[in-house]
């Protein structure tokens, strides 16, 4: 049963760190979200790719937030420095068609 | 105003009820439609997707309006097991941009 996975599942971190959360897409999916969810906001799209090229980052704060994807095999979302704002579940997703996508579990980020 | 609303609830029902919930979008170059199901501290996943003649799946029927730019979800006969949050998704047209409401949330009472 193929799944998106995150690590870490959890992160507590003190304000001014750098952040990385990662992500393994499904094996063959070529579009991968990443998504941030708040209590007030949400679900929010960050940025997404498409065969690994970025498509869309205007979700996303640009001067402490960075996405990439060194290979099919990872995405990574990177916050520096972090902020206590920034305290959220961060939900990497991976699709093959426009039509589905399949999250992973996510991250749970607290920045004190 | 948010480009995707939904009633945030909760919504409790009594097991066996029917209940509906709507969501409103304001971007005419909507393209694709959605529900997700999201169960507490999980991730969402897809429920349905929407076709503008409508369509059914089990005791879950959406409909779609594009006239009036709003999406609806019927559950029929609810189980404890649909307590959860339903999200309205909308897809842009030309885009891969998901917009996701911030939810439904559903209560089936035993």
């Not at chain 1, 959360?21 to 070529?30: E, F, T």
């Not at chain 2, 409909?63 to 998704?89: E, F, G, H, M, W």
């Amino acid at each position: 049963d193929a799944r998106v996975t995150q690590t870490p599942r959890h992160k507590v971190t003190e304000m001014g760190q750098e952040v990385t959360m990662r992500c393994q897409p499904i094996l063959g999916h070529n579009t991968v979200f990443w998504y941030r969810q708040t209590m007030m906001q949400g679900l929010e799209l960050l940025a997404y790719f498409r065969n690994r090229a970025p498509l869309d980052d205007s979700g996303m704060p640009k001067d402490r937030f960075s996405a990439e994807m060194p290979d099919a095999t990872l995405a990574t979302l990177k916050i520096q420095p972090s902020e206590p704002r920034d305290s959220a579940v961060y939900f990497c997703a991976s699709g093959l068609s426009s039509y589905e996508q399949y999250f992973g579990p996510g991250t749970r980020l607290t920045v004190t | 105003r948010k480009e995707v609303e939904q009633d945030p609830g909760p919504f409790n029902v009594p097991e066996g009820a029917t209940v509906a919930f709507n969501c409103t979008y304001s971007n005419s170059a909507s393209q694709s439609f959605f529900w997700y199901r999201q169960d507490c501290r999980k991730e969402p996943k897809l429920l349905m997707s929407v076709y503008s003649s409508g369509n059914e799946d089990g005791r879950f029927t959406a409909q779609l309006n594009r006239a009036s730019q709003y999406i609806s979800l019927l559950i029929r006969d609810s189980k404890l097991s649909d307590s959860a949050t339903y999200l309205c998704v909308v897809l842009l047209s030309g885009t891969y941009k998901y917009i996701f409401g911030t939810g439904t949330r559903l209560k089936v009472l035993a």
